[in-house]
């Protein structure tokens, strides 16, 4: 009896140290026959929305806990200040091409021939003054009229000289159109005038908020009414997909979790066995997190891992614990 007795208590002892061994060594994964076991937490990826112009917020058509689909109305502004200033881009650019054009097109016919009838004045002008000179300077000789005459005749003719020459100058530019540089001016005046229309019009369009990603509202920051700043917070959008499960793997286990191996994952919420693939291992170490819950939790250095879930559904929530499995087999 006392030989099965002392027997008896060697194996607990040995129970014992092997349990105080498996305590002292335990990190965050354990290894059964299922395969590796990891803890985790659902990590839900947010997004805050606002709009990118300001305004007033004419309509909110959801409410927190709503699911919306990528391009649902989320809430729309007041449009009448941004159509406005649409409107006035448009009559820019209307003005801007009509300069454009008249550029291109130089001087109007009329322009050319009123500028070729006063080069013909000036010298008809010209053709008198020139005779008036010259009847002066032989009426000088006879002493008919006086100096002061004869240099009032010549005056005359110099100025006709350089009206005429002005009027040719004048009638060459209406013939030869707009300069180039002029042209070029026309034509950054309207690109510039169609930017200002598209801002205006990109402007409008933001007028209505939209989601871009499927999603459930979280928070509804604004109600209808209120006046907001450009990129401020409207809404916090939860993701719905892709759904990821951050957990974490001690170095010992890590050569059993690469990129793109299938695994599985269970709640304590339910039964459902879910689906997932790792996508990413982080190349750097890092101390076990307090809220990754394990049998054995103890602060240890440790590589984070995601996982995107192939078929989540509703019951997974933003850092929910989660048990994955990595089989042995990579199935």
């Known amino acids: 009896m006392n030989r099965k007795i002392v027997a008896a208590l060697s194996v607990l002892a040995i129970a014992g140290g092997a349990f105080v061994i ?20 659902v990590d839900v990826r947010t997004v805050d ?22 391009g649902d109305v989320l809430a729309r502004l007041d449009p009448v200040p941004l159509q406005q200033a649409l409107t006035a881009a448009e009559a820019q650019v209307a003005a801007a091409g009509a300069a454009r054009d008249k550029a291109v097109a130089g001087n109007r016919p009329q322009e050319i021939a009123q500028a070729r009838a006063t080069v013909a004045q000036r010298e008809a002008s010209l053709t008198q003054a020139q005779l008036s000179y010259d009847r002066a300077r032989k009426l000088i000789a006879s002493n008919t009229i006086s100096q002061s005459d004869l ?7 110099r100025e006709a000289q350089a009206l005429l020459q002005a009027a040719r100058e004048a009638l060459s530019l209406s ?20 930017a200002a229309r598209e801002q205006a019009q990109t ?23 209120a006046i907001v700043a450009a990129g401020s917070t409207v809404f916090t959008l ?28 269970t709640t304590d919420s339910s039964d459902r066995i879910y689906h997932g693939t790792i996508g990413f291992v982080s190349p750097v170490a890092e101390f076990t997190p307090k809220s990754v819950q394990t049998p054995n939790l103890r602060t240890d250095l440790v590589f984070r891992l995601r996982i995107t879930v192939s078929d989540p ?18 199935a």
């Not at 300069?179 to 026309?186: H, L, P, S, W």
């Open 151 to 157: 240099d009032a005749a010549e005056a005359a003719y």
């Open 175 to 194: 013939e030869a159109g707009s300069r180039a540089e002029d042209i070029a001016a026309a034509e950054a005046g309207l690109a510039a005038a169609h």
């Open 313 to 330: 559904d509703s019951a997974l929530r933003q850092g929910q614990p989660v048990t994955v499995v990595v089989p042995d087999d990579g």
């Open 22 to 41: 498996g305590q002292r060594s335990g990190l965050i994964g354990e290894t059964t026959t299922a395969g590796l076991t990891l803890y985790g937490n």
């Open 238 to 265: 939860a993701i719905d997909r892709p759904l990821r499960v951050r957990a974490y793997v001690s170095e010992p286990d890590l050569g059993q979790v690469v990129p793109g191996r299938d695994v599985t994952l």
């Open 203 to 225: 402007a409008l369009e933001d007028a209505t908020l939209r989601a871009a990603q499927a999603g459930t509202v979280m928070t509804r920051a604004r109600e209808p009414g």
């Open 49 to 70: 929305l606002g709009f990118r112009v300001g305004g007033r917020i004419l309509d909110i058509p959801v409410e927190e806990g709503d699911s919306v689909a990528p």
